[in-house]
């Protein structure tokens, strides 16, 4: 029988990363828009801030631009961003055949059903990526700039030569982590991106932002409300950071001088990061902002508990995503933020 390919459906940050770990050890190829095809083709290396790195080309014809008419017996992984999830899943119910796997890789919550809902009778997998990627232009590097594994949803009843093929994802760069319980994965997850929104309101860099106690109190405040929820649900968060997901709000409501010399390892971040949100924002994109704080306000709704501050943060993003003067407003500070949430 022929073996399994891989396909990388929407090849950007964690498209390249993961196809570019794949491609060393199988046949992959990349669905994209012509800049990353571009970068792809001419070759470029993964590094992550251990030092480890490693190269990869694409051959031409690995780069496509338009899904093929057919595809079978492929691992689809599925890297566009939620916001372009329905579109790509509506071009895939066509050429998609039954005996594909489709691994969906977003940050938040719904991804996986709602590809089971366009997809029936496809299996679908969820993905969830514990780290950060960016891309260097000038090094032709996509850098993995954060610590975490790829955490991948194991079934009961996945068959080993299919383990064997999903498996094609770990390398030293990514470390692979078999899940049984990846909701709680993503949960956990989730809790870690809620400062994203944070980031692209107060304009700062990542850094400057986690330095201002008010910000991290709104931080603090959003995780609270998912840690009702999961509570409400009896999700039990398994441990993604050095601190545990319980302890994280504790932690970031420090004052400065004990958060500093307590939370050092949250600070070694390059000092102009942003987060992708911002880029978002910055770019006139819509972000990803319903499927990260508007989901815990969504799903708080569904379990009785109020999520108030993810659901203003949420219409606060999404003020700003129609805003004509987002690109040149003013950087925020926490406590200007807390007087617009009425979090005093
Ligand atoms: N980057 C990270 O560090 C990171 C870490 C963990 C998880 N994630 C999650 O991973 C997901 C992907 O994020 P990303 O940062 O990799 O996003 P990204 O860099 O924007 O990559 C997605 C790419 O897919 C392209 N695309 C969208 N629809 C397409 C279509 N129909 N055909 C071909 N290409 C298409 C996009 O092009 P356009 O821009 O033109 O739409 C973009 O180039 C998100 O849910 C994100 O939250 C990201």
Request: a positive charge; hydrophobic letters at 45%.
């Amino acid at each position: 029988m022929a073996q399994y390919q891989h396909v990388i459906a929407g090849s950007g940050l964690i498209g390249g990363f993961l196809g570019g770990i794949i491609g060393q050890s199988a046949r992959v190829s990349f669905i994209g828009r012509p800049n990353w095809l571009g970068r792809l083709a001419e070759g470029v290396t993964l590094t992550d801030y251990a030092g480890n790195e490693t190269a990869y080309k694409a051959s031409a014809e690995e780069c496509l631009s338009e899904l093929p008419t057919k595809i079978e017996r492929s691992i689809i992984w599925l890297t566009v961003k939620n916001t372009a999830l329905e579109e790509m899943l509506t071009r895939l119910q066509p050429v998609i055949a039954p005996d594909c796997i489709v691994v969906c890789c977003q940050n938040g919550l719904g991804a996986a059903a709602l590809a089971r809902k366009y997809l029936p009778g496809i299996r679908i997998l969820q993905g969830i990526v514990g780290c950060n990627v960016v891309w260097n232009e000038s090094l032709k590097q996509l850098q993995k700039t954060t610590e975490g594994e790829f955490y991948l949803e194991q079934p009961e009843d996945l068959a080993p030569e299919l383990t064997k093929v999903l498996s094609a994802v770990q390398h030293k760069l990514l470390m692979l982590s078999w899940r049984k319980d990846i909701e709680a994965v993503a949960w956990a997850k989730l809790q870690l991106n809620l400062a994203n929104s944070i980031n692209a309101i107060v304009n700062q860099p990542v850094r400057t932002m986690l330095l201002d106690r008010g910000c991290r109190q709104v931080i603090a405040a959003l995780m609270d409300e998912l840690l009702a929820v999961t509570a409400a649900r009896h999700i039990r968060l398994p441990k993604l950071t050095r601190v545990p997901a319980r302890y994280l709000p504790a932690v970031l409501r420090l004052p400065d001088w004990l958060f500093k010399r307590l939370a050092s390892a949250m600070l070694h971040i390059e000092p102009t990061a942003r987060s992708s949100m911002w880029w978002d924002l910055q770019a006139g994109r819509v972000t990803e902002i319903d499927y990260l704080n508007g989901a815990v306000a969504e799903q708080g709704a569904l379990s009785g508990i109020a999520c108030p501050i993810n659901k203003s943060v949420t219409v606060l993003v999404k003020s700003l995503e129609t805003s004509a003067l987002v690109a040149t407003r003013r950087p925020l500070d926490g406590n200007s933020l807390k007087f617009q949430l009425h979090l005093e």
